[in-house]
């Protein structure tokens, strides 16, 4: 959706290349494709075998890099990150990658989603001696990996990825490896590609395609990848859990053109515009048109099934950056009126099906509902592609209360009355699973959705077995 959905903690990308010595152009590019997941900083570590440098910095990909800083971080590895953070998690001291430097050897990492039980090893790192220079969950991880008595490294940070709960798909650099980790469920995307020799690692296949690199596979849940001049070393810090992919990667988070799972994200969207469809027969109406753009995949299903002409009723400022990712509700209402135009001439009149991802706060849908009839439609029905969503995200996405979610507290009629719609229709979770057509036949096809039904994947503030202080 132009989606209200978010403040959403923490939806970022991550992209990391071992063995080319265009490493930093090459992050560069992957980071335009993953611009999506995170608009409010970047940065680049690489390594030339001797050292880790790094640029990093607040805003788009394009205001954080120019020639003369890639120029400047030379080598033949790198990982990178497009940052999304919440209000507590701005600031330049936030952005990743993450470098930590020590007479043992430096270190960087990059990590994409939320770390259910951070607060609590925080509190136990805090309390043996540790001090933390950001309000990331991602400075804990590190801190763990130091103080773990394990060896070699790989011990250590296999002792360090033991003890974390929740959602994160990880990248280390060191001067001599690459080190790629996926939480235990694979709550987070993460696939492995290849570009010649070299191998790549990133959120979302799309970045593949931009440099030209040939996908491999997905990252396991529990599995710990190895990266060196040696090639690749497969291994597992944990038994692999229930496989839980988000949901929300397939009905929002993801651009279309990636695959996840092998599953095409476009595709997986028009099916459930098609479900929708099916579950809509009783609407009766003129011209489908769907929010930019995430919701437009759908709106196309949306018709293909129902047989109502699919237009253009709502048309995007590209220049303008996803309302989401504004990081206060005051911002994010101002982002929507400068985001969306409607096509008066294919509205006016009309009965229209607008076809949204979702619904969070209804702040947005309501605006949205009002400009289509503005703009002259006789009536409004919205249809959303999703299941409400009653509750809160912990794995990612920052909608960390009841109270943000509309869904929670009232009926889908008084989410109509609310957003002034004509009618209201949110697909059936069935309908949902149905359509992204996942390989798997685990419950709801390997995916997560706790925000739908309530029912977490994990603990959510669990008592984490930790190793004693005296012996770190």
Known sequence: MLAEIRGLNEECGVFGIWGNQDAAHLSYYGLHALQHRGQEGAGIVTTDGNQ??????????????????????????????????????????????????????SLAIAHNGNLVNAA?????????????????????????????????????????????????????????????????????????????????????TCAFDLIGAEYVREIEPGELLIISNNGIEIDSYVEK???????????????????????????ARKRMGKELAKECAHIEADVVTGVPDSSISAAIGFSEASGIPYELGLIKNRYVGRTFIQPTQELRERGVKMKLSPVVQVLKGKRVVMVDDSIVRGTTSKRIVRMLKEAGAAEVHVVISSPPMTDPCYYGIDTSTHEELIASSHSVEEIRQAIEADTLTFL?????????????????????????????PTEIFPDTVLPHEKDC
Not at 162 to 181: E, H, R
């Open 120 to 204: 609590h090893l925080k509190q136990f790192l805090e309390r043996s001696g540790s001090l933390f220079n950001s309000t990331s969950d991602t400075e804990v991880v590190v801190h763990l990996i130091k103080k773990s008595k394990q060896s070699p490294f790989r011990s250590k940070v296999k002792e360090a990825l033991s003890l974390l709960k929740g959602a994160f798909s990880i990248i280390l650099l060191t001067n001599d490896q690459m080190i790629v980790a996926r939480d235990r469920n694979g709550l987070r995307p993460l696939s492995l590609g290849k570009l010649g020799d070299a191998y790549v690692v990133a959120s979302e």
């Open 52 to 105: 880790l440098n790094a640029v990093r910095g607040e805003g788009l990909v394009n205001d954080v890099f120019n020639e003369d800083k890639l120029r400047k971080v030379v080598g033949h590895a790198a990982i990178a990150h497009a940052q999304y953070a919440t209000a507590s998690g701005r600031g330049l001291e936030n952005v990743q990658p993450l470098l930590f430097r020590s007479s043992t050897g």
């Open 241 to 267: 859990g229930k496989r839980t992919m988000c949901a929300m990667e397939y009905v929002y988070l993801a651009r279309p053109d990636s695959n996840i799972d092998e599953v095409n994200i476009h595709m």
């Open 428 to 456: 059936s979770l069935e309908g949902m699973v149905r359509a992204t057509n996942r390989p798997f036949e685990d419950e709801n096809g390997g995916l997560c959705v706790a925000c739908f039904t309530g029912k977490y």
